[in-house]
């Protein structure tokens, strides 16, 4: 009789994918048994167990299925608790899931944005998953590239992204971020010091799955973040990793501060409004206008961060957040607030995709996967 104890953890997802490297290295860090499986989003089983379609999805180890790599590695730090990816100080804390917000909800646009709007990443995006999404689809393996590439691109215009504002994107959102992190990188290892915490996958993940991945952008990061690029080699192969000492409390460098800085340029005001009026515009230095729609995933994970923010000792955390001129976007919406959840069993939230495409859309993809089966 298999003892589910001795089973590995499944994971369900593509290698090109933002959110699945952010907890595959996690499962390594953490010397979680599990196994990478491919798949293209079908999955009837974890579709039947309630998953609302957002790749990773994880089978556990007695065949329950959760999902959403926030809740999973928050999880999975109750039942592995060490080395812990959550720094102990209140104040790093924080931050940490401050930062880990801005990466799953704001850089993820210009990621996939420039994977599909800039030729050459389109064609080696599209081979890549294509050729790992031809592992469930049986089709031939050209076909199912076209597919993936029509389906990811319908999904880029309801995030913001566009053929027209991409440069902006990339000039006014991801370099200035790249800047601002290579040179906190250069300075030390992680963001909190000597060892990585949960922001610290999921910039991997970012950058892994994207922008050390697509030919245009590891061009730009090889030219204005080396050290970013050391980062993501850092957590390849975490395996490897001792995990050193976290950053001395209270000691916020002006690097970080410049990373916090660059959150209130555009990601923070917009957010904020967004999420209240249900959309905001974006106005680019450049000209370039958008009006963004909040989805409500977005919507519950800024509540929960104010929650954050609400529960964590304020003079400490209003002197970093004031130093890096953020504080009034935390401060000023405590009744958006709602409460930190915990999670003992695996998660399977109802909301888990801020980037899925229309519905018909999605429609039209699995028909033609599935050849109208
Ligand atoms: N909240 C989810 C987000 C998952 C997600 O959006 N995944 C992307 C791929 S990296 C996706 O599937 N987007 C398209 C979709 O939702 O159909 C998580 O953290 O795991």
């Known amino acids: 009789m298999v003892n589910s104890a001795d089973q590995p953890y499944r994971l369900y997802g593509v290698t090109p994918s933002y959110f699945t490297r952010k907890i595959q290295a996690y499962f390594e860090y953490k010397r979680i048994p599990y196994l990478f499986r491919r798949f293209g989003g079908g999955h009837p089983e974890a579709r039947a167990a309630g998953w609302p379609g957002g790749m990773p999805v994880v089978q556990t ?30 104040v790093q804390r924080f931050l940490c899931f401050a930062i880990e917000d801005v990466v799953d909800e704001w850089f993820y646009r210009p990621a996939v944005g420039s994977r599909w709007f800039f030729p050459q990443n389109r ?22 590239a076209t597919m993936v590439a029509d389906y990811v691109t ?21 370099l200035p971020w790249v800047r601002v992190l290579n040179a906190h990188f250069e300075a030390t290892p992680f963001l909190f010091g000597m060892r990585p915490c949960l922001a610290d996958f999921a910039l991997f993940g970012a950058d892994a799955a994207h922008f050390i991945n697509d030919p245009v952008c590891r061009g730009w990061l090889d030219e204005h973040g080396p050290a970013v690029v050391q980062h993501t080699h850092r957590l390849l192969h975490p395996e490897d990793l001792a995990p050193g000492a976290w950053a001395t409390p209270g000691d916020v460098p002006d690097t970080l501060i ?22 905001a515009e974006l106005t680019f230095a450049r000209g ?4 963004i729609v909040a989805p409500a995933f977005l919507k519950e994970a800024r509540s929960v961060l104010l929650a954050r923010y609400q529960d964590a ?16 976007y935390f401060a000023n919406y405590a009744a958006q607030a709602s409460a930190v959840p915990t999670f003992e069993e695996p998660p399977q939230p109802t909301l888990n995709r801020p980037f899925a495409p229309a519905a018909e859309v999605e429609t039209a993809m699995f028909e033609r996967a599935t050849g109208g089966r």
Not at 135 to 144: A, R
Not at 158 to 166: D, K
Request: proline share 8%; net charge negative.
């Open 154 to 174: 319908a999904s880029c215009a309801a995030f913001g992204a566009t053929q027209e504002n991409i440069q902006a994107w990339i000039d006014e959102v991801l």
């Open 61 to 90: 180890p007695d065949g329950g299925y959760m999902w959403d790599t926030t809740a999973m590695m928050l999880h999975l730090e109750t039942r592995v608790p060490e080395p812990s990816i959550l720094p102990s100080d209140p």
């Open 123 to 144: 064609e080696h995006g599209s081979w890549e998953i294509g050729r790992e999404v031809s592992y469930e689809t049986p089709l031939p393996c050209h076909e199912v």
């Open 313 to 328: 000792p304020s003079d400490a955390l209003d002197d970093v957040l004031a130093r890096a001129g953020v504080r009034e």
């Open 288 to 291: 370039d206008r958008v009006t």
């Open 258 to 279: 410049a990373v916090l800085r660059d959150m209130g340029r555009l990601y923070l005001p917009w957010v904020s409004r967004a999420t209240v009026a249900g959309e």
